[in-house]
């Protein structure tokens, strides 16, 4: 069986995203989707909801399972038996960000992790979480970048 895997933050998850999983799942059997536990990023949900706006987005991708994760990427890929990671691309930034991780997981993976890079739709070229999170922090038109479901949380989280 081929298993890829995708992981990301996911605060909260764009059609940007849920474009490149949906592309993702077609080269693979299985795709785990790891909604990432970062430290590092002080985020506007909790891990728990992230994760249950994924499955929302996700839920008519029969191919696809969704979990929460946090530590070395590599070593829940060894556990798992998964030597492929997807990773969106949307401009020069990106690549250059992704090529070191790539890189990374290459090396620490002792060469069995492979990235492969798809590239973003134009329409998603320049969305990402931060925009959208701004966007909403100030009333703006959200619905060419996240689903309903996700709008209704968002919208929700920033009148609290």
């Not at 929460?68 to 038996?81: N, P, Q, R």
């Not at 931060?130 to 970048?145: F, P, Q, T």
């Amino acid at each position: 069986m081929k298993l890829a895997l995708y992981s990301g933050t996911f605060d909260p998850i764009t059609k940007g995203h849920s474009e490149i999983i949906k592309r993702a799942s077609k080269m693979c059997d299985k795709l785990i989707v790891a909604v990432l536990n970062n430290s590092a990023k002080k985020t506007m949900f909790t891990l728990e909801e992230r994760k249950d706006m994924v499955c929302e987005v996700l839920k008519d991708i029969e191919n696809v399972e969704v979990v929460e994760h946090s530590g070395l990427l590599a070593t829940y890929m060894k556990d798992i038996g998964c030597n492929y990671i997807v990773r969106g691309l949307r401009a020069v930034t990106d690549y250059e960000y992704e090529l070191s991780l790539a890189y990374g997981n290459y090396d620490i993976s002792n060469k069995e992790i492979e990235t492969i890079f798809i590239p973003a739709s134009k329409e998603y070229l320049y969305v990402s979480s931060s925009i959208v999170r701004e966007l909403a922090l100030y009333d703006g038109k959200l619905d060419n970048y996240l689903d309903e479901y996700v709008i209704e949380r968002i919208k929700k989280r920033v009148k609290e």
